[in-house]
Nanobody, 118 residues
Framework: QVQLVESGGGLVQAGNSLRLSCVVS????????MGWFRQAPGKEREFVGR???????DYADYVKGRFSISRDDAKRTVYLQMNSLKPEDTGVYYC????????????WGQGTQVTVSS
C-alpha cells in the first residue's frame, strides 16, 4: 500500500520559514518524481514545485527564489523549505508522486495546513 505522509505545517508569521516533510512508503521512491502542490481556501489546487529523480528541480514563478525542494532517497523523504512566507502562501500543502517523468501524479498525501499571518 502506497502512503505519502506530510508533516511540518503550522501557523507562522509573514517573513518566517517552515519546512515540510513528506515520507513515502510502498513504492520505489528513487524512481519517482516528487511534486508539491497547494490549495488555498476557495481556490483550485496549484503546482508549487517538483524534484526529479536525479535531483533537478523546478518551481512555480510565485515561489521561485523563496521555496526549495530537496529529497533524501535513503530516507524516502522529500522536503519543501519555505522561506520569506507571505499570507498568500496559506493553504493545504500536498506532496505527490509520479513515476519517472510523467505529468499525471499517481499518488497523493493527505496534506498539511500552512497558515501565514500578516
Amino acid at each position: 500500500q502506497v502512503q505519502l505522509v506530510e508533516s511540518g505545517g503550522g501557523l507562522v508569521q509573514a517573513g518566517n520559514s517552515l519546512r515540510l516533510s513528506c515520507v513515502v512508503s510502498g513504492l520505489t521512491f528513487s524512481r519517482y518524481t516528487m511534486g508539491w502542490f497547494r490549495q488555498a481556501p476557495g481556490k483550485e489546487r496549484e503546482f508549487v514545485g517538483r524534484i526529479w529523480r536525479g535531483g533537478n528541480t523546478d518551481y512555480a514563478d510565485y515561489v521561485k527564489g523563496r521555496f526549495s525542494i530537496s529529497r533524501d532517497d535513503a530516507k524516502r523523504t522529500v522536503y519543501l523549505q519555505m522561506n520569506s512566507l507571505k499570507p498568500e502562501d496559506t493553504g493545504v500543502y500536498y506532496c505527490a508522486a509520479v513515476l519517472g517523468t510523467g505529468s499525471r501524479y499517481d499518488y497523493w498525501g493527505q496534506g498539511t495546513q500552512v497558515t501565514v499571518s500578516s
